[in-house]
T-cell receptor, first 115, second 118 residues
Framework: EAQVTQNPRYLITVTGKKLTVTCSQNMNHEYMSWYRQDPGLGLRQIYY???????DKGDVPEGYKVSRKEKRNFPLILESPSPNQTSLYFC??????????????FGPGTRLTVL | AQTVTQSQPEMSVQEAETVTLSCTYDTSESNYYLFWYKQPPSRQMILVIR??????QNATENRFSVNFQKAAKSFSLKISDSQLGDTAMYFC???????????????FGGGTRVLVKP
């Protein structure tokens, strides 16, 4: 089954404690992105990757890091989380193409609370 | 930069009735894609419908249809014969074309919460 998985699904942590949210896709997609969802703002892109070892900032990258060492995995790293990073996070993957080939597949979301 | 605006934070509709969600966007590009995503209480993002800007014909998917007005930069979603399972948050989204820009970045509106009442 084609899917994007994220772990953990829920996380409560404290300010300053480093954490990593994992993302993995099994569709051999080149493109992967991280989004955060906040009330009234919809989803906003944090970082994206267009291939292994190729990453770039999205619209709201401050306080986040990513890496893409393997094509299937795209972890999101918060080295020193702060309360304003409390949010719902989504990983997404897709390919470049025409028609449905560039459809984004979303993971199930990770609810992060930073106290 | 593109922006997407959904002016209706919440809407309610009786079961079997029709509801229309508004979406406007701002872009200087001539070709792009527009999407409606559904997010039920499970939080999963589900693609409802997509529209290519170069196509004049409005997209339809079963009970879901769009009214795409390119000159007005408007992209509304109509849900016909509303069902209880349609209760969800709905997001309008924009993507540049040809695809590939910023990893197929989607720019989302703020969302419209739809409640279908029995």
């Amino acid at each position: 089954e084609a899917q994007v998985t994220q772990n953990p699904r829920y996380l409560i942590t404290v300010t300053g404690k480093k954490l990593t949210v994992t993302c993995s896709q099994n569709m051999n997609h080149e493109y992967m992105s991280w989004y955060r969802q906040d009330p009234g703002l919809g989803l906003r892109q944090i970082y994206y990757s267009m291939n292994v070892e190729v990453t770039d900032k999205g619209d709201v990258p401050e306080g986040y890091k990513v890496s893409r060492k393997e094509k299937r995995n795209f972890p999101l790293i918060l080295e020193s989380p702060s309360p304003n990073q409390t949010s719902l996070y989504f990983c997404a993957s897709s390919n470049r193409g025409l028609g449905d080939l560039d459809t984004q597949y979303f993971g199930p979301g990770t609810r992060l609370t930073v106290l | 930069a593109q922006t997407v605006t959904q002016s209706q934070p919440e809407m309610s509709v009786q079961e079997a009735e029709t509801v229309t969600l508004s979406c406007t966007y701002d872009t200087s590009e001539s070709n792009y894609y527009l999407f409606w995503y559904k997010q039920p209480p499970s939080r999963q993002m589900i693609l409802v419908i997509r529209q290519e800007a170069y196509k004049q014909q409005n997209a339809t998917e079963n009970r879901f249809s769009v009214n795409f007005q390119k000159a007005a930069k408007s992209f509304s979603l109509k849900i016909s014969d509303s069902q209880l399972g349609d209760t969800a948050m709905y997001f309008c989204a924009f993507m540049s074309a040809p695809s590939g820009a910023a990893g197929n970045k989607l720019t989302f509106g703020g969302g419209t919460r739809v409640l279908v009442k029995p």
